[in-house]
DNA sequence: TCGCGATATACACCACAGCGTATATTTACA
DNA sequence: TGTAAATATACGCTGTGGTGTATATCGCGA
């Protein structure tokens, strides 16, 4: 089930809860993303919004990917268009 | 049904259909999310990465979201978990 | 085809995310 | 409780995305 991630605080908790469920640290995170351990550090926390492409890194290197879907409607969101 | 949306490509294509589909322009939704007509423009062409709170800026404008999912396991991925 | 709205580009400037390096500080476990 | 791993911070630097202003180019309807 798609986690919904409308602010980078939101985006940040999915992926420290996805890294932990792997059992990897911010290190073995950053190493995969090409990145810094401090830099996951400061995703983690929503410290400062990130970059999109760092953000992309992230979710590859988790298996992850983002989705783009109708807000308001809701998870089941399954309705053909919006007009 | 949710877009996947894996590269600024890929988001920049989704925005701009749908803004199309709201019938508004570049300046419009530029307004509505308190950016300039060029910035849409880079980002609908994906000329340079945006940054996060941006494109979560458009997303809103447009009344969308991202949602976050496994990768591997297509759209209807709702295994509970992947650990 | 003409003209105007819509979109793409240009240039100087500023803000800031991520880097390298390094060190606090917290957490977990023997 | 002590200590090593894991995480959070620090500092100067660089790349670049967004801004303001402005213009060039494209597309479409009369």
Redesign the interface.
Request: aromatic share 4%.
């Given at each position: 089930?798609?986690?919904?991630?409308?602010?980078?605080r939101q985006?940040g908790t999915?992926i420290q809860r996805t890294r932990k469920?792997?059992g990897w640290t911010q290190s073995d995170l950053a190493a995969r993303a090409g990145l810094r351990q401090a830099t996951i550090s400061t995703i983690e926390t929503a410290e400062t919004?990130?970059?999109?492409?760092?953000?992309?890194a992230v979710?590859?290197a988790l298996?992850?990917?983002?989705?783009?879907?109708?807000?308001?409607l809701g998870?089941n969101?399954?309705i053909e268009?919006?007009?």
């Amino acid at each position: 089930m798609a986690d919904l991630a409308r602010t980078p605080r939101q985006i940040g908790t999915i992926i420290q809860r996805t890294r932990k469920k792997r059992g990897w640290t911010q290190s073995d995170l950053a190493a995969r993303a090409g990145l810094r351990q401090a830099t996951i550090s400061t995703i983690e926390t929503a410290e400062t919004p990130a970059k999109l492409d760092t953000i992309l890194a992230v979710l590859a290197a988790l298996d992850l990917e983002f989705q783009i879907a109708p807000r308001s409607l809701g998870d089941n969101a399954d309705i053909e268009d919006l007009f």
